[in-house]
């Protein structure tokens, strides 16, 4: 389950102003990951969800409605397929935002919600232009009623009540909430404390709380399946969280309300957009009954890249690592407590290539590049004692930044290695 935008600290566990009382309730029966990172928007972190590389390998460093994998990619949906799991999503794509690019054509049995990026709540458009109608099940468009998280929900339930129980699954639900533009029903706004003020946050709110509503219902059904300890679990977002304006006027108007959304990252620096703290590293948990110990944490530094050689390794599939180019590795280790991983190079490419970053055990660098310039600006952060990202250690820590300047090109010496070119 993937958040939209949902900042570090809009969870309770986090010191959020909303009880999340389900996601407490998930945190308790396993591990929090403490320092996960994602890309610091959406798409590409899909992108490495699926596939297991760096997002920046097939081009893809922002929100695209173009073609982001080239078909054919052995996405972690295809490769669980052909090892004999029934395979769903529903919710938000964003990876290609036509039928012919869709779930259905990259391992998915069942998909339905959104071909693009976040829609309106009630009326279900992308934004204006030719990708806005988008709302589908299996490819094929369709009109329906009721708000959005309700729907990806009711879906999911009912796919996770269809399979049999001998029937191995993977379901992937990359919700909308909390991602603008929003608007929620008297049902959700009653429920918001008294102490949040203003409406744009008391949706924003009611947001987080219908979304936390949502995890639980899909916990349950698990539950219900008699699945829950065969099930591995896991709870994120996609990027940081998000103050830009709700009600943007390039989505349809769905009388959502004027104002800036309240994403809350502290005491991380940044937010959505971002290569600091603020932007890439979310809220993460994973839960597995009687496997996973229960109310456990990490502080080892994981990547969103990981899952895909992780699923695999559990699920026995007999991919070739080589041949997949996987940038990410299987973090069970991690995850089953057993040891941490040894301190490895974790790289992210910002948006439009301008701004990069490597993680390597306690430190962590982000360089700056100037539009149509090799002009390159460094900062330098002791992330273990600065998780806040105040102190730029760059011109204390010479030897070290060289360093870590050429692990990250060596890195990206592979960027665009696996773009999509059969785009149009």
């Given at each position: ?8 600290a ?20 396993g ?7 994602v ?10 969800l ?5 997002w ?24 669980l ?47 204006k ?5 988008t709302?589908?099940?299996n ?5 329906e009623t ?9 879906e ?35 429920r918001v ?8 946050p ?67 620096r ?44 559990l ?18 280790t991690?995850?089953?407590?057993k040891?941490?991983?040894?301190s490895?190079s ?38 273990t004692?600065d998780p ?8 204390k820590?010479p ?15 592979n ?10």
């Amino acid at each position: 389950m993937i958040a939209d935008d949902l900042g570090w600290a809009d969870v309770q566990f986090h010191g959020g102003s909303v009880p999340t009382p389900h996601l407490n309730a998930l945190l308790k029966s396993g591990m929090e990951l403490q320092q996960h990172y994602v890309a610091p928007v959406c798409s590409p972190t899909r992108a490495g969800l699926l596939t297991g590389r760096y997002w920046s390998r097939f081009g893809v460093t922002t929100p695209t409605n173009q073609l982001a994998l080239p078909m054919g990619t052995a996405t972690l949906a295809r490769v669980l397929q052909k090892a004999g799991y029934r395979t769903c999503i529903t919710g938000k794509w964003h990876l290609g935002s036509e039928t012919r690019w869709g779930p259905h054509h990259f391992g998915f049995d069942h998909s339905y919600g959104s071909l693009a990026g976040g829609v309106t709540p009630w009326s279900h458009y992308y934004k204006k232009g030719i990708h806005s109608v988008t709302w589908h099940r299996n490819g094929e468009l369709l009109t329906e009623t009721g708000h959005v998280t309700d729907l990806v929900t009711n879906e999911a339930v009912e796919w996770i009540e269809q399979q049999k129980h001998d029937q191995p699954f993977f379901l992937y639900m990359p919700f909308t909430a909390v991602h603008l533009p929003i608007r929620e029903s008297a049902t959700w706004l009653e429920r918001v404390p008294k102490s949040v003020a203003g409406n744009v946050p008391r949706q924003y709110a009611a947001c987080i709380l219908h979304l936390d509503d949502a995890v639980g219902k899909i916990v349950q059904a698990v539950e219900n399946t008699g699945q829950r300890e065969n099930t591995l679990i896991i709870f994120t977002s996609d990027n940081g969280g998000s103050t830009a304006e709700n009600n943007d006027t390039k989505y349809p108007d769905d009388g959502c309300p004027n104002g800036r959304l309240p994403g809350n990252n502290l005491p991380l620096r940044g937010k959505k957009g971002d290569l600091y703290e603020g932007g890439v590293r979310v809220p993460t948990i994973a839960s597995w009954q009687s496997t996973i110990t229960a109310g456990s944490k990490s502080s080892t530094p994981v990547h969103i890249v990981d899952w895909m050689p992780t699923f695999c390794k559990l699920a026995s599939v007999n991919e070739n690592a080589k041949t997949l180019k996987w940038d990410g590795q299987d973090i069970w280790t991690v995850l089953s407590g057993k040891e941490e991983l040894s301190s490895r190079s974790l790289y992210s490419a910002g948006t439009h290539f301008r701004s990069f970053s490597l993680r390597k055990g306690d430190w962590k660098l982000i360089l700056f590049r100037n539009k149509g310039s090799k002009q390159e600006r460094a900062e330098l952060y002791n992330i273990t004692n600065d998780p806040s990202e105040k102190v730029n250690m760059a011109s204390k820590q010479p030897e070290r930044l060289r360093a870590m300047q050429q692990t990250l090109k060596t890195i990206a010496q592979n960027d665009e290695d696996s773009v999509a070119l059969n785009k149009k």
